[in-house]
């Protein structure tokens, strides 16, 4: 499991090819540079991974985020920064019991994780321990090299994220929220959790 921040509407530039006597350009951009934060979660065998944990900065979910924008997101939790804490992180570990089938009477599993302050809290380990699932957190200053999610997943997420947001764009859809990012979340996941980009993650 890891972590990922997103820009909700702040789209990475792109290539335009003008004529040589074009001195300026303008092109538009949404103007919500919000961010919240997203816990995803894959599997070593590459089987459709548990929904994501959203993390929102916000005192409580909005209603006109949701609608029927929500097809794979089960969780939304909310922050005032939109980042984790230890309420989020033991929220996310009963998803995550929940959706990996992990139990007192069930296989041990290793989950591999970074060395954030929310997975070293006692009860976020005991939890763990409980449930026959051993938290493996990565070396300090390497998961960029060894987390599976940092090294083959997040890329490709940001990549379908930053077209759904110039699609939007190109529809002339200017406010790009986060109801338009709950919109388009269920398609950003289904291009990006194939099972060859999970698998070669953890190769």
């Known amino acids: ?3 990922l921040g997103v820009r909700i509407g702040f ?3 792109e290539i335009v090819i003008v004529l040589t006597q074009v001195k300026e350009l303008y092109t538009t951009s949404p103007e919500n540079c919000k961010s919240l934060t997203i816990i995803e979660t894959i599997c070593a ?10 993390i929102c900065p916000s005192e409580k979910v909005m209603e006109n985020w949701i609608q029927d924008n929500l097809t794979r997101a089960k969780v939304i939790a909310v922050s005032p920064t939109g980042y984790t ?18 139990g007192p009477n069930q296989h041990w599993c290793i989950l591999l994780l970074d060395g954030h302050i929310t997975h070293c809290q006692n009860d976020f380990v005991i ?4 449930n026959h699932i051993i938290p493996f957190q990565f070396p300090p200053h390497l998961t960029h090299v060894l987390q599976p999610l940092d090294v083959g ?12 947001i ?20 269920s398609t950003i996941c289904m291009q990006t959790f194939q099972l060859y980009t999970i698998k070669n993650s953890f190769s």
């Open 85 to 102: 804490n230890e309420r989020i992180a033991i929220a996310w570990l009963d998803h995550f019991i929940k959706h990996a089938g992990t």
């Open 153 to 164: 997943v997040f890329y490709p997420w940001k990549h379908y994220h930053n077209k759904a």
């Open 45 to 54: 065998d590459g089987r459709e991974p548990p929904p994501p944990v959203i």
């Open 11 to 13: 789209p990475t530039g």
């Open 1 to 3: 499991m890891d972590e």
């Open 127 to 130: 939890k763990c321990h409980e």
């Open 166 to 185: 110039h699609e939007a764009l190109y529809s002339l859809n200017m406010e790009y929220s986060i109801s338009s990012f709950f919109r388009d979340l």
